[in-house]
T-cell receptor, first 112, second 114 residues
Framework: EAQVTQNPRYLITVTGKKLTVTCSQN?????MSWYRQDPGLGLRQIYY???????DKGDVPEGYKVSRKEKRNFPLILESPSPNQTSLYFC???????????FGEGSWLTVV | QQQVKQSPQSLIVQKGGISIINCAYE??????FPWYQQFPGKGPALLIA?????SEKKEGRFTISFNKSAKQFSLHIMDSQPGDSATYFC?????????????FGQGTTLQVKP
């Protein structure tokens, strides 16, 4: 089954404690990205990657890092989480040049 | 700045009624306008999409109406059903070599009452 898998799905952490949200896709997609969803703001792109070792900032990259060492994986790293990073996070993938984006099921992150 | 503005934020419709969600965009370079549907606990999924060379696209009970001169597009759900209850996002992107970067609207939570 074609899918984008994120882990963890739910996480409560404390301010400043580094965390990583993993993302993996099995569709051999070149393009992967991270979004955060906040009430009234919709989905905003954090970072994206067009291929292995190629990453770039989206619209709200502050406080986040990513890496793309393998085509299927695109982890999101919060080096020092803060409460304003409490949000619902989605990983997504698509073929390069494709119009359909496939989303994971989301990761609820709470920073206290 | 918000390049795609969506309204209303929430919508309640009776079963069998018509649900209408509106979006307006600013960038005239946008050339692809999808709608995504998100059920609780799930990620958004592509519902229907349109390009600006047509004014309307219909797939089953879902129709996109597109007004290029007004820079507006809307989603119409005919004969709305309780199973349509979800959050709907409009979006826009541009570039023939679409990198998958979509600009999303704020989202509309639709509740269809039985």
């Amino acid at each position: 089954e074609a899918q984008v898998t994120q882990n963890p799905r739910y996480l409560i952490t404390v301010t400043g404690k580094k965390l990583t949200v993993t993302c993996s896709q099995n569709m051999n997609h070149e393009y992967m990205s991270w979004y955060r969803q906040d009430p009234g703001l919709g989905l905003r792109q954090i970072y994206y990657s067009m291929n292995v070792e190629v990453t770039d900032k989206g619209d709200v990259p502050e406080g986040y890092k990513v890496s793309r060492k393998e085509k299927r994986n695109f982890p999101l790293i919060l080096e020092s989480p803060s409460p304003n990073q409490t949000s619902l996070y989605f990983c997504a993938s698509s073929i390069l040049g494709g119009n359909t984006i496939y989303f994971g099921e989301g990761s609820w992150l709470t920073v206290v | 700045q918000q390049q795609v503005k969506q309204s209303p934020q929430s919508l309640i419709v009776q079963k069998g009624g018509i649900s209408i969600i509106n979006c307006a965009y600013e960038n005239t370079a946008f050339d692809y306008f999808p709608w995504y549907q998100q059920f609780p606990g799930k990620g958004p999924a592509l519902l229907i999409a349109i390009r600006p060379d047509v004014s309307e696209k219909k797939e089953g009970r879902f129709t996109i109406s597109f007004n290029k001169s007004a820079k507006q597009f809307s989603l119409h759900i005919m004969d709305s059903q309780p199973g349509d209850s979800a959050t709907y996002f409009c979006a826009a992107s541009y570039g023939s070599s679409n990198t998958g970067k979509l600009i999303f609207g704020q989202g509309t939570t639709l509740q269809v009452k039985p």
